[in-house]
């Protein structure tokens, strides 16, 4: 049974940062495309950053934002710097089975989200 658990968000001010983390369980950790989503109130989900064979970022975090994984904790890190208003959403983790482009891929698991908070 895959399981996703997040953690890590929080409230913080304009320039902060934060990491938040993602606990997997129940697949093959490295075959998967893994990724970090948001969604704001009254707004779309959108994709924030995935990683597979490559990385890949939505142009709004470039250079903000840092994905990665640990293997041997089963575990994926989404830091980020320089937080902006804007970035205030519920961020969730989401697996899928590899393929080409991890950041276009049609997710499958998720977790249930933690919620970021950036004030000006």
């Known amino acids: 049974q895959v399981q996703l658990v997040e953690s890590g968000g929080g409230s913080v001010q304009a320039g902060g940062s934060l990491r938040l983390s993602c606990s997997a369980s129940?697949?093959?950790?490295?075959?998967?495309?893994m990724g970090w989503f948001r969604q704001a109130p009254g707004k779309e989900r959108e994709g924030v950053a995935t990683l597979g064979f490559s990385t890949d970022y939505a142009d709004s975090v470039k250079g903000r934002f840092t994905i990665s994984q640990d293997n041997a904790k089963n575990t994926l890190y989404l830091q980020m710097n320089s937080l902006k208003p804007e970035d205030t959403a519920m961020y969730y983790c989401?697996?899928?089975?590899?393929?080409?482009?991890?950041?276009?891929?049609?997710?499958?698991?998720w977790g249930q989200g933690t919620q970021v908070t950036v004030s000006s």
């Open positions: 129940g697949f093959t950790y490295g075959s998967y495309c």
């Open positions: 989401a697996a899928v089975r590899r393929g080409p482009v991890c950041f276009t891929r049609e997710y499958n698991y």
